[in-house]
């Protein structure tokens, strides 16, 4: 599941917190997925310039890249901070392991101006995203994408890979009645929307 973190100068308090939609028109099979999906081993921090931030904030960005907590967020995630409040303010926020980059700008974004104080929207400030990304039609988080390479590739027959787009859960089940089960496991944390994007 994915996680949310509010930020305080160099102090990380993790949170689970709301992730966006993440759209998937067409069930792919296993051998399509796997060539869609990038490594779960490892991401980068990639920081996102804008119009307020000076060097001490990306000086501040910087050594939160190297820090051993940001180290291990998993893709993928995204920092939002509230221009007029600063970086050190505890409306930034950062969010890790939903299944698009978009999913995780949006579920900052929207906690970080439930936080925020000054008038003015947040704006992601930094993404963490896989090893080697570029742009594709298919993606998973991190998380989903270790248990489709270590589970759901492992083994012939019947199976299956539901996610949710809202909450960043995701289920693999393998024999009869998979796609069933997928879901089932799915939405045992209370997910409403889980869908099947991966069966064979």
């Given at each position: 599941?994915?996680?949310?973190?509010?930020?305080?100068?160099?102090?990380?308090?993790?949170?689970?917190?709301?992730?966006?939609?993440?759209?998937?028109?067409?069930?792919?099979?296993?051998?399509?997925?796997?060539?869609?999906?990038?490594?779960?081993?490892?991401?980068?921090?990639?920081?996102?310039?804008?119009?307020?931030?000076?060097?001490?904030?990306?000086?501040?960005?910087?050594?939160?890249?190297?820090?051993?907590?940001?180290?291990?967020?998993?893709?993928?995630?995204?920092?939002?901070?509230?221009?007029?409040?600063?970086l050190t303010h505890k409306?930034?926020?950062?969010?890790?392991?939903?299944?698009?980059?978009?999913?995780?700008?949006?579920?900052?974004?929207?906690?970080?101006?439930?936080?925020?104080?000054?008038?003015?929207?947040?704006?992601?400030?930094?993404?963490?995203?896989?090893?080697?990304?570029?742009?594709?039609?298919?993606?998973?988080?991190?998380?989903?994408?270790?248990?489709?390479?270590?589970?759901?590739?492992?083994?012939?027959?019947?199976?299956?890979?539901?996610?949710?787009?809202?909450?960043?859960?995701?289920?693999?089940?393998?024999?009869?009645?998979?796609?069933?089960?997928?879901?089932?496991?799915?939405?045992?944390?209370?997910?409403?929307?889980?869908?099947?994007?991966?069966?064979?």
């Open positions: 599941m994915r996680k949310s973190f509010a930020i305080l100068a160099f102090s990380i308090f993790a949170s689970f917190g709301a992730n966006a939609g993440f759209a998937q028109s067409d069930v792919l099979d296993g051998k399509a997925a796997k060539k869609m999906l990038f490594s779960h081993r490892g991401s980068d921090f990639v920081i996102r310039p804008q119009d307020f931030m000076g060097d001490a904030d990306v000086s501040l960005l910087n050594l939160m890249a190297n820090m051993k907590e940001f180290k291990s967020v998993l893709y993928y995630g995204a920092i939002a901070a509230s221009p007029k409040d600063g409306a930034t926020i950062a969010t890790s392991n939903h299944h698009t980059p978009e999913a995780a700008n949006r579920a900052a974004l929207k906690e970080c101006n439930s936080m925020r104080k000054a008038a003015v929207r947040c704006v992601v400030v930094a993404q963490i995203l896989p090893k080697k990304y570029s742009e594709g039609a298919f993606s998973l988080s991190a998380s989903a994408t270790a248990a489709f390479k270590k589970t759901y590739l492992r083994g012939k027959g019947l199976k299956a890979l539901a996610i949710s787009p809202t909450l960043g859960s995701y289920g693999v089940f393998k024999g009869e009645d998979a796609a069933t089960a997928a879901l089932a496991a799915c939405s045992a944390d209370g997910a409403t929307d889980c869908v099947v994007v991966v069966q064979d």
